[in-house]
Structures are given as C-alpha cells and as structure tokens.
C-alpha cells in the first residue's frame, strides 16, 4: 500500500528555516549574551531554563562497571557531544523536526515489558530489570547515519541481537522479525503533516532473521554511561548501524519473528523514497537528494558540520556484505 507523497518535515521554504549554526549554537550565543550583561532585555531566559532542561533529561542513572567492546571501540570520527545528540533527534511519535526531546518526556516508561513472540520455541516476555540485567551489557561505539543525509557517532550501550535469539529460539519457518514501537494516541503528537489521520501507527520496522542475528545488530539499552534518555528510545531500541537510522525502532514493546516481510512505518507512507532494506549506500541516491556525502555532527558543544564522504554499508562492509550477495 503506498500513500500519496506528503511534503516532509524538512521541506519547507529556506527562508523559513533557523539555520543549523544558529540553532545549536544557542549556548554560545546565550552566554556571550549574559556576558554583556544584555540577556534580561532580550528575554532569554526561556531558553536558558530550556538547555537546563534539557541536561535533565540526560540525567539519568549510570550504567556502571560497562565495558567498550574491544572490536568496536572507536571508528574514524570523535563521538558526538552528548548534548548535541540529546537535542537532535527524529522521534515522530513526539513531532515533526529535532528538537521533540521536551514532548518525549511523556513517554512512560516505570513498568515496561517487551513480549518477544510469534514464530519461536520459547516466547518471553521480558521487563525492566531483564532487559537491563539479564544479558550481559557493553558498549558499543557506532557511526550512526540518517537517510537524511546527516551523521554522529554515538556509544551505545546493550547487547547483540543474537542473544536475545538464542533465547527465544526462531523456528524454521521464521524469516523476517518485526519490531513495534510504543504508541499511545493520548500522549502522539505526530508529525505536522498526517495522511488525514491515516498514518500507520504504531511504528513498526522489520529485519531478515540473518540480519538480526549478524554480529552487529544490537539492542541498546543505554548511551554516554547510562541508561537511555527517552528522547533516544528508552527504555529500549534496535541500533542497525548499517542501515539508515529509520530502520532503528525505539521504545520498542514488542518482538514478532514472522515468516513474510513484515509491513513497516515509513516503506508503507512511501515504498519509493524508504525502501525495506535501507542499507547506506553513497552510489544510491536519495529520490531528494544525494546519499554521496553527508554532515557529520561533530565533539564540540557547539554546532559543527564536517562534510564527509559517504561510505558503504556506512562502513561495516566487512561485518556485512555476505548477506546481500
């Protein structure tokens, strides 16, 4: 089933749009403001109480005693200041554009369960304390690449698929895994823009059986130290870093293993511009613009693009390019 292309979120008139500098280089600007001794007249302390806020949603308990998983302890970029990566996130369930992280707060997370079922020996559901304690944790730093063309480094913290799978144990007749978001129609927001109401939610994404069982899918539980600010998914989201960045579900309350490709989110809206596999490939262009090369949001706590070039597989060929021959 494919929609009628609706505009997205980014595709508004230029003029229209704060630019990318000016938008995270707020703090700079607040402070040399307040350094003059001129912020009380412009008004700004709305936005100052805003970037406290903000660092209170990334307060939240530590992850202690995790070790980096040797094989992926750094790549070839530094990891994204925390602060930037917790103000500039996709989470439509919240809203449309980056900065939802003061709406995703209504996420509720205190009694979370995850029902892992359909085509296994052992279904399980698994709660809060399992999914932070049963499988052993690490963290993981991971190039993560957005199918709109921008890109961070971040350092997950969870555990491999395949331990989860060795559990349940996928029959046979398994071949695609689904995984479906929370969803709450009291506390959805949306996009601005919403198919009239028909927006297929809850928000769903799928993998091969092989793809979630190869060594670098991962199921993160935590980030920066600790445990998952909601703006990122919490209490529990897939990490694909292969994939452009859609194809990661967050808050994700149910593991079905299916025998068919599953319908999800995006590729049913529009099958032409979000295609099932989404693997980061520079020589397959987005219908929009190109996947050649993209902003890397960089270490500094203020705003920098790095162009950089586009590498395939976002560059985990090795890990894997066998599943796709």
């Given at each position: 089933?494919?929609?009628?292309?609706?505009?997205?979120?980014?595709?508004?008139?230029?003029?229209?749009?704060?630019?990318?500098?000016?938008?995270?280089?707020?703090?700079?600007?607040?402070?040399?403001?307040?350094?003059?001794?001129?912020?009380?007249?412009?008004?700004?302390?709305?936005?100052?109480?805003?970037?406290?806020?903000?660092?209170?949603?990334?307060?939240?308990?530590?992850?202690?005693?995790?070790?980096?998983?040797?094989?992926f302890a750094e790549v070839d970029r530094p990891i994204t200041n925390e602060l930037l990566a917790g103000r500039y996130?996709?989470?439509?369930?919240?809203?449309?554009?980056?900065?939802?992280?003061?709406?995703?707060?209504?996420?509720?997370?205190?009694?979370?369960?995850?029902?892992?079922?359909?085509?296994?020996?052992?279904?399980?559901?698994?709660?809060?304390?399992?999914?932070?304690?049963?499988?052993?944790?690490?963290?993981?730093?991971?190039?993560?690449?957005?199918?709109e063309a921008w890109s961070m480094v971040l350092p997950w913290i969870g555990f491999p698929m395949k331990r989860l799978m060795a559990e349940v144990e996928p029959t046979s007749k398994a071949q695609f895994v689904r995984f479906i978001s929370y969803d709450n129609p009291k506390i959805r927001i949306g996009p601005s823009w919403s198919l009239g109401g028909k927006l297929p939610w809850p928000y769903t994404e799928g993998l091969s059986v092989e793809e979630m069982a190869n060594e670098l899918a991962f199921f993160a539980v935590g980030i920066y130290g600790h445990l998952l600010p909601k703006q990122?998914?919490?209490?529990?989201?897939?990490?694909?870093?292969?994939?452009?960045?859609?194809?990661?579900?967050?808050?994700?309350?149910?593991?079905?293993?299916?025998?068919?490709?599953?319908?999800?989110?995006?590729?049913?809206?529009?099958?032409?511009?979000?295609?099932?596999?989404?693997?980061v490939n520079p020589k397959k262009p987005h219908p929009r613009w190109s996947q050649a090369t993209e902003k890397f949001i960089g270490k500094g706590e203020d705003f920098s693009w790095e162009k950089r070039e586009t590498l395939l597989y976002n560059g985990y060929e090795e890990y894997v390019a066998s599943l796709y021959v």
């Open positions: 089933m494919t929609f009628i292309r609706v505009p997205k979120s980014w595709e508004i008139p230029e003029r229209e749009v704060t630019s990318e500098a000016t938008y995270f280089n707020r703090r700079r600007f607040l402070k040399t403001l307040a350094g003059a001794s001129i912020l009380p007249i412009l008004g700004c302390q709305a936005s100052e109480d805003a970037d406290n806020e903000l660092e209170a949603t990334l307060n939240v308990p530590k992850l202690e005693s995790i070790k980096t998983n040797p094989a996130n996709n989470y439509y369930e919240f809203g449309t554009g980056k900065s939802i992280w003061q709406a995703a707060q209504s996420l509720p997370t205190d009694s979370w369960k995850v029902e892992v079922t359909g085509l296994v020996k052992n279904p399980r559901t698994y709660d809060l304390d399992d999914l932070q304690k049963k499988f052993p944790l690490e963290e993981r730093i991971y190039r993560f690449r957005c199918v990122h998914g919490a209490p529990i989201r897939e990490v694909i870093p292969w994939k452009y960045g859609f194809k990661g579900a967050k808050s994700i309350v149910k593991i079905e293993f299916v025998e068919s490709q599953p319908a999800t989110f995006w590729n049913t809206i529009d099958s032409h511009e979000y295609d099932f596999e989404a693997n």
